[in-house]
C-alpha cells in the first residue's frame, strides 16, 4: 500500500498567502462596490522593460529558424548569461566568481528549497524570526524540523532566531550552532539589511563552526546605501562557507518569465565533501534548465541598455517604499525597512495583533497588507505592506491608512 510523506503532515495551516486570499475574496464578495488595494503580496506590476522585450522576440524568432533552434539548455545555464553574471554581479563588486561556480535556474524559491536536499537529513537548521516560510517549509517536508510546538509557534528542531527592533532585524549569533544558516538580506519580510561588519561576523562563525550560510540575496538591487554588501562573497572567506541565491523576479520583473540563479564556489565543504558536484548532480537529475529565451532576456538585464532601464524600474519601486515609509511615519507609525528593501515593516497601532490590524484595513479603507505573525512569532504586532503596486495605488492606499 503506498503511503504519504508523514513530514507533509507537519506543515502547518494553509500558505500565508492563501489565508490572505481567502479573506480578501470573502470581503470583496460581500462588499462588490469596494475598490480593495493590494499591498500584501509581493509581486511586481511593471512591465518588462523594453531592451529585455527586444531580446526576447530576437529569442522567439531565433527558435523558429533551424540554423538557431535550440533544445535542452547545458546543465547550469548558457555561457553567455553565466559570464554577464560573473562579470557583472560578482567581478564588478571584488568577488571572485568565475561563471563555472553559477548554476542557472528558474528561480530562487526552487532554488532555496531544494538546495536542503543535499545535505545530511540530520542537519540542524537555523532561521531568522521572522522568516520567508519557504526555508522552513521545505525542512519540514524533508523531516528535519521536528514536532511543530503550538506554545512556541515553531518546531522542536529547529533554532529561531529572533529579529527584533533592538537588534535593527539582523539576528544575533546563536548560541546553538547550527549547521545549516538562513540568512536573507535584503530582508523579507521586514525591509532590514546587514553591514558588511555583521555579515563578516557570521561568516567568521560559520567558518569557524563548520556550519554554512544559505544567504539569499533576492532584493541585492534593492540596495541603495553604502556599507551594505550587495553578495556575501564580499565578505572575507565567504567562499568556504556560502551559498548564494538571486533572482531576476524583482531586480527585473520576472516573476512571471522565471529566472535565477545559485552560486556555489568549488572550494566549499561540509564534512569534507564538496558541495559543487553534489548539486551540479541534483540540478543535472532533476531540472532541464531555464528555457533560451529566457536566459537571452536574462543576458539583456546586463546589456547597458537593459541595465538603465531595470535600474529606473528599481527606482520606481523604492519611490513607492519612500512614500509609504514618509507617509505612515509621519502620520505617527512606527516604521522600518523600506530604504534598501521593496518592503515596509510597520509596528500595529494601540498594540493590535498582526491579524487584527489586517482586518482592519481591509474593512476600514480595503487595503490588503501582509500580517507579520505570518512570517513568525516575532512578526507578531507587525505588518507588512510593499512597494510593487502602482503609484497611483500607492498613494491612495496610504492616503486611506493616514486617515483610519
Ligand atoms: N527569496 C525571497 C526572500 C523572496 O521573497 C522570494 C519571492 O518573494 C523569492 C526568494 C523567490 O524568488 P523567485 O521568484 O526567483 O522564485
Not at 268 to 276: C, M, R
Amino acid at each position: 500500500m503506498a503511503t504519504v510523506n508523514k513530514n507533509y503532515l507537519r506543515l502547518q495551516g494553509s500558505y500565508l498567502f492563501s489565508r490572505i486570499g481567502e479573506k480578501v475574496r470573502n470581503f470583496q464578495s460581500e462588499n462588490p462596490d469596494k475598490k480593495v488595494i493590494r499591498l500584501g503580496i509581493g509581486d511586481v506590476t511593471r512591465p518588462i522593460a523594453p531592451a529585455i522585450i527586444t531580446a526576447l522576440h530576437s529569442a522567439v524568432d531565433e527558435m523558429g529558424q533551424e540554423s538557431s533552434f535550440k533544445g535542452y539548455a547545458p546543465d547550469l545555464g548558457y555561457e553567455f548569461l553565466r559570464n554577464a553574471i560573473a562579470e557583472n554581479d560578482f567581478k564588478a563588486r571584488g568577488c571572485d566568481i568565475s561563471p563555472d561556480e553559477i548554476f542557472v535556474s528558474d528561480g530562487a524559491k526552487g532554488d532555496c528549497s531544494n538546495i536542503q536536499e543535499i545535505f545530511g537529513s540530520d542537519n540542524k537548521i537555523a532561521v531568522c524570526d521572522p522568516v520567508y516560510p519557504v526555508y522552513v517549509d521545505s525542512n519540514v517536508m524533508a523531516g528535519r524540523t521536528g514536532e511543530y510546538d503550538d506554545i512556541t509557534e515553531g518546531y522542536k528542531d529547529v533554532i529561531y532566531m529572533p529579529c527584533t527592533r533592538e537588534n535593527g532585524f539582523a539576528p544575533d549569533l546563536p548560541s546553538q550552532v547550527p549547521d545549516l544558516i538562513y540568512l536573507c538580506f535584503p530582508n523579507n519580510p521586514t525591509g532590514a539589511v546587514i553591514t558588511k561588519e555583521r555579515l563578516q561576523e557570521w561568516v567568521d562563525y560559520a567558518r569557524k563552526n563548520g556550519s554554512i550560510i544559505l544567504y539569499d540575496a533576492a532584493y541585492e538591487s534593492f540596495i541603495t546605501e553604502e556599507g551594505i554588501p550587495h553578495s556575501i562573497y564580499e565578505c572575507e572567506g565567504a567562499k568556504e562557507c556560502a551559498i548564494e541565491f538571486r533572482s531576476f523576479s524583482k531586480t527585473a520583473g520576472f516573476t512571471g518569465l522565471r529566472l535565477g540563479f545559485t552560486v556555489i564556489p568549488k572550494e566549499l565543504t561540509a564534512g569534507g565533501e564538496k558541495l559543487w558536484p553534489l548539486w551540479a548532480r541534483r540540478h543535472g537529475t532533476k531540472y532541464n534548465g531555464a528555457p533560451y529565451i529566457i536566459q537571452k532576456a536574462g543576458e539583456a538585464c546586463y546589456s547597458q541598455e537593459g541595465r538603465a532601464q531595470i535600474k529606473e524600474q528599481v527606482a520606481y519601486y523604492l519611490e513607492n517604499a519612500k512614500y509609504i515609509y514618509d507617509g505612515l511615519k509621519s502620520a505617527g507609525y512606527e516604521v522600518y525597512g523600506g530604504v534598501n528593501a521593496p518592503y515596509i515593516w510597520l509596528r500595529t497601532p494601540g498594540n493590535m495583533t498582526s491579524w487584527e490590524f489586517f482586518d482592519q484595513l481591509l474593512e476600514k479603507v480595503n487595503v490588503v497588507g501582509t500580517p507579520g505573525s505570518g512570517f513568525g512569532p516575532h512578526g507578531e504586532h507587525y505588518f507588512r505592506l510593499t512597494a510593487f503596486g502602482s503609484r497611483e495605488n500607492t498613494i491612495e492606499a496610504i492616503e486611506r491608512i493616514r486617515n483610519i
